[in-house]
Structure formats: structure tokens, C-alpha cells
């Protein structure tokens, strides 16, 4: 307890902590652009990625569930890449253009996704299925083609827990048919 001069009892001051506004000695600055939106940020440097999307952006669809880079529900484009938000610290995004679920489903690609995924039943809580459209939107925009092993492949980053990967790959096949990249070699899938 520390009295102060009204000579009234008063709480003990608390341990200093970083400026609420991120201008704290240990902070790092950076400018992400995310889903069109470019940002002047200044914070910890150990900061990830997913946390800068939900709390600096109010991106939502990149969510973290196993924070250890295996599941996907994660998963963003940065600078067109698929990475793990997770595992990705948020100053190095710096200068370079992030994309998510939100901005790839209201752009060109996404009511053509949304159909696939709604057509072969390939949503059902729908916790990975931001991951899994990340993931067919760079499929897309790479160009290249793909044969059903090249699907299992794509769709085995992520993590399903309830729809079942017969019908995730059915929605990606469709997707890839409709843009003139499916390769049909008779594969596994
Ligand atoms: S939360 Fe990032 S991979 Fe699982
Ligand atoms: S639809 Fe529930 S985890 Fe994939």
C-alpha cells in the first residue's frame, strides 16, 4: 500500500506495461496490407500474424486451433502464398499484401467456390472451410493443372474434423474442371 498526500490508503502502482497504443520500449513498426487495406502498426515483435488479422483487422476467418501450424484454419495469402498465420510473425508481412477468406469470397472467385463447396456438401461446421477456400483460390490464380493426386495433395494441408475429404476434393475438382486445370489421369482420390 502507498499513501498518497490526501493521506487516504491507496493501491500499490502496477508493474509498467506497454503503452495501450503499441508505443511501448520493445515494439517494432510495420505496414501490412490486408484484403485492400494497408496499416501503419507499431507492436511486439513476437506478435503473429493471426493475431494482427482478428485484432488489427477484424479479419475473423483466420482462426487458430492447434497454434502449432497443423491444422490450417490459419490459412492466408501473403503476397499470394499460402502461409500459416500462425507460425508467421505479423512484421513480416511488412510491405506485403495479405489475403483471407473474407476479401477471396467477395472478389471474382467466390461465388464460384461457394457454389462447389454448397454443391458436394463439403461444408459442415464450416471451422476449416476459410482455410480450405484459401487454398482454392491459389490454386486458381497459380494456373497450373492438377490431376486428383495433385487435390489430395493441395487438400492435405488442412485439417477436416467432420465433413469428410471425399467430398472437400469433389468441391476442388469441380473448382479446377471449371477453370479449365483439371487434368484427368485417373488418380487416387
Ligand atoms: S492454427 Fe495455424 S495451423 Fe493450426
Ligand atoms: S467442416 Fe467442420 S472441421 Fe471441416
Known sequence: MSTDTTGTHSP???????????????????????????????????????????????????????????????????DDKPVRACLTLGHEADGRTVRTAESILAGPLGTGLSEAFSRHHAIQCGFCTPGFMVLAAEMIESGRSVSDDDLLDIVSDNLCRCTGYGQIIAAFRDIARGHGLWRNEGGTA
Open 12 to 78: 500499490a502502482p502496477a508493474p509498467p506495461r506497454p503503452a495501450s497504443d503499441g508505443t511501448g520500449p520493445a515494439t517494432v513498426a510495420y505496414a501490412p496490407t490486408v484484403n485492400g487495406v494497408g496499416r501503419p502498426l507499431r507492436r511486439e515483435p513476437r506478435r503473429l500474424l493471426v493475431d494482427v488479422l482478428r485484432d488489427d483487422f477484424d479479419v475473423t476467418t483466420a482462426a487458430t486451433s492447434c497454434s502449432d501450424g497443423v491444422c490450417g484454419t490459419c490459412t492466408v495469402l501473403l
